[in-house]
């Protein structure tokens, strides 16, 4: 726990003008993030004596190990700034809502030369168009297969949509009139992306021109006694109409407005909003966060903004945003909005009216929210507290490890030998610092001694970035040899396996450095013999503060270094329970990489030798001869043929096959059956 007077500016250093802080910890993260009107009088908040703050504020300063500030023009910049350092150092004690679920949205791919109308989730893309969130993926295809009769845009997917281009025959709905099929030139890429765009107006809430223009063509075709097209036309109407059914009127006035509610307690808080266009309710979501940071409700409503539209511009930001109290700066706020839309954003409290009664309804989800997720919840932080105080006592651990750290060996027959280090802090995966190795010291299958080198590895570059910062210059030397290409039997070089651009040298701005942070315990998959070797490269590092212990899948045994004999945990264990989890966890990290690896090296073609030859010309080849089997079977003169080969490069095409031609056919080991080249260059 650190002293907040260690490291307290002096008072002529801080200036009095708008600015965003950083506080940091000893490893040099940003752990808070923050925003003031005036630095010097926010700042000396967190100065005062320790009793009077807030016990998450006192926890961030005691935690703090330095504080950073940088001076901007506006508050608008202030808040600018203070969203993308979140967003990029996703700092421990700030508010960061989650969504409580993943929710689908109702998307228009108009970058697209023939939009497509799909369900989408994750994160939105550019050029996309998208409606919603909405609850549940059938209540988008349902109101999207009735406005289909109308708006025929295409809905199938790439795949099929070029094997109708290829066969000349579209699918079943282009056969039924719910696809304008565009794949076979019913319609000009103009009149289709027209139909998209129509289909957007009237998600967007544009709705009655459609419905009137339809009626009047109904009654226009009735009085020319053409009475199959006005009943079309009337089946049309009314399915337009059934879908706007499926979201009823709130707002008389069509108007377009956000409104956020809030619901919290001294621990967390719920955020849930509804998005209203047309005067319909369009979309609803909702997030759920920990109280990490001393902050009230205008606080909670100016993080959510933040995250609501901190990505979005334009149309996507609405008129109005209605909230159950302000931001500190509503003016900064509003002002930064509009900059987001392009246009003025109003941000207010409802007083009266239907606007009221509706963020009642939002506030009453917002409380329903809450208090699901407390319910779910609550089981969950038990049992990752139990689990914890298990595997400390069980190993005779001081404290619970907050931080464990496990590595698992895979390859396949002695092939493709990789390592995996997956990350739990606080019992919950972390796996933006997950990270995985090539075994580059030695060739075949030795699962100990890959183990002791990728420890090694791991834990030198912790000591190098130790070294780097200065946090150990007084530090004693290692005890033994340090894993490296002159340790006998032990080499491993100090770079890990997979390049990265954060991997190097780094200024000191606060990110996530690759290995840069211990574990209090370390998991091994294996039984003694990893273990030891896991405890042996601690070792020779100097390394003794941080614990080790392996997982023997076959008794499921907890082993220790230098014990005979194993810890059993009971079955029923949280604590073995939560040790399985993370085993098992980096088990499917290292298959996956393993796997990965053997498929890529499978996939390698003779043509990938051939000087000069690009991905283009390689596509070219496999598609003017349908298959690397029949490539290879092609004479000098045939693959000139093919537009962009000329005499050289053939002939090194030719002389590149001739090299790689096999003695005997490939046999896949698990199945028997003889592995040919015949489908553009992949193994099956």
């Known amino acids: 726990m650190a002293d907040p007077s260690s490291y307290r500016p002096k008072p002529g250093q801080i200036p009095d003008s708008p600015g965003v802080y950083k506080f940091r910890d000893e490893h040099r993260r940003v752990i808070y993030v923050g925003k003031a009107k005036n630095l010097r009088q926010r700042l000396a908040n967190y100065f005062q004596d320790l009793a009077g703050l807030h016990p998450r504020t006192r926890t961030m300063v005691t935690t703090a190990a330095s504080v950073e500030w940088t001076v901007v023009s506006t508050e608008v910049e202030a808040l600018q700034l203070e969203y993308s350092w979140i967003k990029e150092f996703d700092p421990r004690f700030n508010v960061k809502y989650r969504d409580d679920k993943s929710y689908p949205y109702l998307a228009v791919t108009l970058n697209e030369d023939f939009p497509r109308v799909q369900v989408m989730r994750g994160a939105k893309k550019k050029g996309v168009r998208y409606f919603g969130p909405y609850g549940h993926a059938w209540a988008i295809r349902e109101t999207v297969d009735l406005m289909l009769r109308v708006f025929p845009v295409r809905t199938c997917s790439a795949g099929v949509f070029k094997n109708a281009e290829r066969t000349g025959r579209p699918c079943l709905l282009g056969y039924i009139g719910k696809c304008s099929a565009p794949c076979v030139g019913r319609v000009t890429p103009e009149e289709h992306h027209e139909l998209a765009e129509d289909f957007c107006d009237f998600m967007a809430g544009r709705t009655g021109t459609y419905i009137r223009r339809l009626e009047k ?6 009085e020319e006694m053409e009475y199959e097209r006005a009943a079309r036309l009337r089946d049309d109407a009314e399915a337009l109409k059934r879908a706007m059914e499926k979201s009823a009127v709130v707002l008389a006035d069509a108007t377009d407005a956000d409104l956020i509610a809030v619901a919290e307690d001294e621990l967390e808080a719920a955020v849930q909003i509804f998005h209203v266009r047309g005067g319909r309710v369009r979309g609803q979501r909702g997030w759920v966060t920990d109280k990490v940071e001393a902050v009230d409700t205008s606080g909670l409503v100016e993080h959510a903004l933040q995250q609501l539209y901190g990505e979005e511009a334009g149309d996507a930001v609405p008129k109005e945003v209605l909230v159950p109290a302000l931001p500190e700066d509503p003016d900064a706020v509003s002002q930064w909005l509009a900059g987001r839309r392009g246009s003025q954003v109003s941000l207010r409290i409802p007083q009266r009216g239907d606007k009221k009664d509706l963020m009642v309804t939002v506030q009453r989800n917002a409380q329903q929210a809450l208090g699901l997720h407390k319910t779910k919840r609550a089981s969950d932080l038990t049992t990752r507290s139990r689990a914890l105080e298990e595997i400390a006592e069980a190993l005779g651990l001081d404290t619970a490890p907050l931080r464990v750290e496990c ?31 090539q075994i580059k010291g030695f060739e075949g299958q030795d699962d100990v001694r890959s183990m002791h080198e990728v ?18 210059e007084d530090a004693p030397a290692p005890t033994g040899p340090v894993p490296g290409p002159s340790s006998p039997g032990a080499p491993a070089p100090a770079e890990p396996a997979i390049p990265d651009p954060g991997d190097g040298p780094r200024e000191d701005d606060g990110r996530p450095r690759r290995f840069a942070y211990p574990p209090q315990l370390v998991v091994v998959d294996g039984g003694q013999p990893q273990v030891a070797a896991a405890k042996r490269a601690l070792d020779e590092l100097g390394i003794d503060d941080i614990a080790v212990c392996g997982l023997a899948k076959r008794l499921e045994e907890v082993w220790l270094p230098d014990d005979d004999d194993p810890v059993v945990l009971p079955r029923s264990s949280e604590g073995l329970y939560l040790l399985q989890r993370i085993r098992d ?56 043929e093919v537009p962009g080969i000329g005499r050289k490069t053939a002939e090194s095409v030719a002389a590149a096959f001739a090299a790689a031609a096999p003695a005997a056919p490939a046999v896949n080991t698990a199945t028997g059956e003889i592995i040919e080249e015949d489908d553009g260059g992949s193994t099956t």
Do not use: C, N
């Open 585 to 640: 966890e980096a088990h499917r990290f290292a298959i996956t990489y393993q796997r990965a690896k053997r498929a890529k090296r499978i996939r390698t073609s003779p043509l990938d030798d051939v000087p000069g030859l690009g991905e283009t010309r390689k596509q070219a080849l496999i598609k003017h001869f349908g298959s690397v089997k029949k490539l290879r079977q092609a004479t000098i003169d045939e693959i000139r």
């Open 455 to 472: 420890i090694g590895r791991r834990f030198k570059r912790y000591l190098q970035e130790k070294e780097r910062t200065g946090e150990w």
């Open 217 to 222: 063509d109904m009654m226009q075709a009735a």
């Open 407 to 437: 590595f698992d060996i895979s390859h396949l027959q002695g092939d493709d030998v990789v390592a995996s280090m997956v990350v739990f802090e606080d019992g919950l995966a972390r796996k933006s610092e997950y990270r995985r190795f």
